[in-house]
């Protein structure tokens, strides 16, 4: 599935700014991505009014809307997850150490991890930066091996990347209609090539176009098809001024 930066982006921009209507928006919005690094973290399988690692998730992606820092050039998404995870494991520590009788409301513990928080935001600041550049290795090399099962090296990347704006731009666009069109997307996946004659038809541009541009083509259509998880690959591909 495409992630839809730009809504995210616009949404959190309100949000951030007041608008109550946006963060509820954005909240709803995000609800998937929320439950897929909760289920992760934990493990197993979890279900919304059920399970209160949810509900601590939850709460701290809606911290995480007033808390975001650009200025750390750390993609939203990405700090919502680390903010995700540091809750979830004050949590599940706190949870193992008292074990089934454990003091106190849930409320007043997710007050006391807050307190904690905002008193440590010096070593949370250093938290973040040492994850978000783990976080950044690791999705580089995730990303160099899906794409050499494609034959595809980061050196060719750079052979191949369309120097003028306009022709990458249009590559670009190719590259998202492939990514969203689900049978389209699993042909290429299936046969290891790029559909051509099918891309031509559903985008207008020439075939001769597409084959010089395959690579490149291919190479983005995975990156914004698996955004989620290479959420730092996108805001920079966004950010650089090489995304739509």
């Given at each position: 599935?495409?992630?839809?930066?730009?809504?995210?982006?616009?949404?959190?921009a309100?949000?951030?700014?007041?608008?109550?209507?946006?963060?509820?928006?954005?909240?709803?919005?995000?609800?998937?991505?929320?439950?897929?690094?909760?289920?992760?973290?934990?493990?197993?399988?979890?279900?919304?009014?059920?399970d209160?690692?949810?509900?601590i998730?939850?709460?701290?992606?809606?911290?995480?809307?007033?808390?975001?820092?650009?200025?750390?050039?750390?993609?939203?998404?990405?700090?919502?997850?680390?903010?995700?995870?540091?809750?979830?494991?004050?949590?599940?520590?706190?949870?193992?150490?008292?074990?089934?009788?454990?003091?106190?409301?849930?409320?007043?513990?997710?007050?006391?991890?807050?307190?904690?928080?905002?008193?440590?935001?010096?070593?949370?600041?250093?938290?973040?930066?040492?994850?978000?550049?783990?976080?950044?290795?690791?999705?580089?090399?995730?990303?160099?091996?899906?794409?050499?099962?494609?034959g595809?090296?980061?050196?060719?990347?750079?052979?191949?990347?369309?120097?003028?704006?306009?022709?990458?731009?249009?590559?670009?666009?190719?590259?998202?209609?492939?990514?969203?069109?689900?049978?389209?997307?699993?042909?290429?996946?299936?046969?290891?090539?790029?559909?051509?004659?099918?891309?031509s038809?559903?985008?207008?541009?020439?075939?001769?176009?597409?084959?010089?541009?395959?690579?490149?083509?291919?190479?983005?259509?995975?990156?914004?098809?698996?955004c989620?998880?290479?959420?730092?690959?996108?805001?920079?591909?966004?950010?650089?001024?090489?995304?739509?």
């Amino acid at each position: 599935m495409v992630l839809p930066v730009g809504n995210i982006e616009n949404l959190l921009a309100l949000a951030r700014a007041g608008d109550g209507t946006a963060r509820e928006q954005l909240l709803a919005e995000c609800r998937p991505f929320i439950t897929r690094v909760t289920a992760g973290l934990c493990r197993r399988h979890l279900e919304w009014g059920y399970d209160d690692e949810l509900s601590i998730a939850f709460m701290a992606f809606n911290e995480a809307i007033d808390r975001y820092e650009e200025d750390r050039k750390v993609p939203f998404l990405a700090y919502a997850r680390l903010l995700i995870k540091s809750r979830l494991t004050d949590y599940l520590r706190k949870e193992n150490r008292v074990s089934a009788h454990m003091a106190g409301s849930l409320n007043s513990e997710l007050e006391e991890m807050s307190a904690f928080s905002l008193e440590s935001s010096r070593a949370w600041g250093e938290y973040l930066d040492r994850e978000a550049a783990r976080e950044r290795e690791e999705e580089i090399r995730e990303y160099a091996a899906m794409l050499a099962e494609f034959g595809i090296s980061f050196s060719d990347l750079v052979r191949c990347a369309p120097r003028h704006r306009d022709a990458r731009q249009v590559l670009l666009h190719v590259s998202r209609r492939l990514a969203g069109d689900g049978a389209l997307f699993e042909q290429l996946v299936r046969t290891g090539k790029l559909p051509i004659k099918e891309l031509s038809l559903l985008t207008g541009v020439h075939r001769k176009t597409l084959e010089r541009g395959r690579k490149y083509i291919i190479a983005m259509a995975l990156l914004w098809h698996h955004c989620q998880e290479y959420l730092y690959l996108c805001h920079y591909l966004k950010a650089s001024g090489k995304g739509e």
